[in-house]
């Protein structure tokens, strides 16, 4: 049964299942302030579904392992988000959250897992927040993934695959090649 559609935290948006605040979820020693906009939520007998939209193509996603190693992030997140905005309401429920590929090559495909343990989350979330805390970006990827994407021809020269990350004395800062390594080899 549908409860909400583009249900929003942190926007300031009130009413239905819409959470004015920013959602922080705690991840080890790192709270983590999320905004965001889930485009579907159901209820089920069992609980609540949470389904993020997509347009293109399902080829990058795996449904053995819908976290990609740590790739894509967004269905959990927004899972655990949600899972807060309920709790704040005395609200529970099993929640399930996947995505829901609308494309006309794709015909409605869906892909739905119960959402990682935010222990798992943090050991991914891990080494990227250690980055950003320092304020690093860098542009490294696990795999290829401009195959397809819009913007290729802005940032394709910049990316940086696990091959191109140097390691070894003399690196200008070893920290961050470690928590970029570390990141990589999840």
């Not at 249900?7 to 705690?26: I, K, Y």
């Not at 347009?55 to 899972?83: R, V």
């Not at 309920?86 to 494309?103: M, N, T, V, W």
Request: charged letters at 25%.
């Amino acid at each position: 049964k549908p409860r909400g559609f583009e249900v929003s935290f942190g926007f300031d948006a009130e009413g239905g299942l819409n959470h004015p605040e920013p959602v922080a979820l705690q991840f080890g020693d790192t709270t983590l302030k999320l905004r965001g906009l889930i485009d579907r939520v159901d209820e089920t007998q069992n609980g609540y579904v949470i389904w993020d939209y997509k347009t293109g193509s399902a080829i990058p996603y795996d449904e053995s392992d819908l976290l990609g190693g740590g790739q894509h992030l967004q269905w959990a997140l927004y899972a655990h988000a949600f899972t807060e905005i309920l709790k704040e309401r005395g609200l529970k429920g099993p929640i399930q959250s996947g995505y829901y590929f609308a494309s006309d090559r794709e015909h409605g495909r869906k892909m739905l897992a119960i959402p990682p343990s935010r222990e798992m989350l943090a050991g991914m979330l891990g080494p990227v927040l250690g980055l950003a805390s320092r304020g690093a970006f860098p542009p490294v990827q696990k795999t290829p993934q401009c195959r397809f994407c819009d913007y290729k021809s802005i940032c394709e020269k910049d990316q940086m695959l696990p091959k191109s990350v140097v390691t070894g004395p003399g690196d200008a800062d070893a920290e961050l090649i470690e928590l970029a390594t570390e990141w990589l080899s999840s």
